[in-house]
T-cell receptor, first 111, second 110 residues
Framework: KAGVTQTPRYLIKTRGQQVTLSCSPI?????VSWYQQTPGQGLQFLFE???????NKGNFPGRFSGRQFSNSRSEMNVSTLELGDSALYLC??????????FGQGTRLTVV | AQRVTQPEKLLSVFKGAPVELKCNYS??????LFWYVQYSRQRLQLLLR??SRESIKGFTADLNKGETSFHLKKPFAQEEDSAMYYC????????????FGTGTLLAVQP
């Protein structure tokens, strides 16, 4: 079966712009979570959506937001981009009680 | 606060040598712990979860609640084991919120 798909794979944006990243989970997985991966901070949890509702939120500013659609696909949005937002953004999907499967990530570079 | 600690950023061993990647956690509830692996240019993937008690690719990990540890072990390292290893904790039961350690890069020398 198809794995977790993230689009786009690479993005370059300038400071102050906003960006939307997309994640298509594995079919049947209702939980989607997002992580930011940077060399300095490692993997940090952003938020989790389950059945179109945010179930958990990490310690990121309000510029980071997300949503989930009825087909479980999820998007995350970052507004007013800062240089420090440059990172690999990972999405993971999961059935409750089972393992989390990760996408290959979207590499965001803010210049 | 929930935390996962991996004290080694880099672990370098020779092929055939034993490997132990350390992981300690702090969590007030009953933890569910995992090891994830990221090979070069590949996505993050699950290696082990403590509740399954499986051995994957020769790796094992035992949850020690007394020492709050979940160390990853392999008796004989192979070059293909070279990768980044992350220990992670599920926080809050039926959620997808994984708390990761900072990772250990395992380099297996020929």
């Amino acid at each position: 079966k198809a794995g977790v798909t993230q689009t786009p794979r690479y993005l370059i944006k300038t400071r102050g712009q906003q960006v939307t990243l997309s994640c298509s989970p594995i079919s049947g997985h209702r939980s989607v979570s997002w992580y930011q991966q940077t060399p300095g901070q490692g993997l940090q949890f952003l938020f989790e959506y389950f059945s179109e509702t945010q179930r958990n939120k990490g310690n990121f500013p309000g510029r980071f937001s997300g949503r989930q659609f009825s087909n479980s696909r999820s998007e995350m949005n970052v507004s007013t981009l800062e240089l420090g937002d440059s990172a690999l953004y990972l999405c993971a999907s999961r059935r409750d009680g089972a393992e989390a499967f990760f996408g290959q990530g979207t590499r965001l570079t803010v210049v | 606060a929930q935390r996962v600690t991996q004290p080694e950023k880099l672990l370098s061993v020779f092929k055939g040598a034993p490997v132990e990647l350390k992981c300690n956690y702090s969590y007030s509830g009953s933890p569910e712990l995992f090891w994830y692996v990221q090979y070069s240019r590949q996505r993050l993937q699950l290696l082990l979860r403590h509740i399954s008690r499986e051995s994957i690719k020769g790796f094992t990990a035992d949850l020690n609640k007394g020492e709050t540890s979940f160390h990853l072990k392999k008796p004989f390292a192979q070059e293909e084991d070279s990768a980044m290893y992350y220990c992670a904790l599920i926080y809050g039961g039926a959620t997808n919120k994984l708390i990761f350690g900072t990772g250990t890069l395992l380099a297996v020398q020929p």
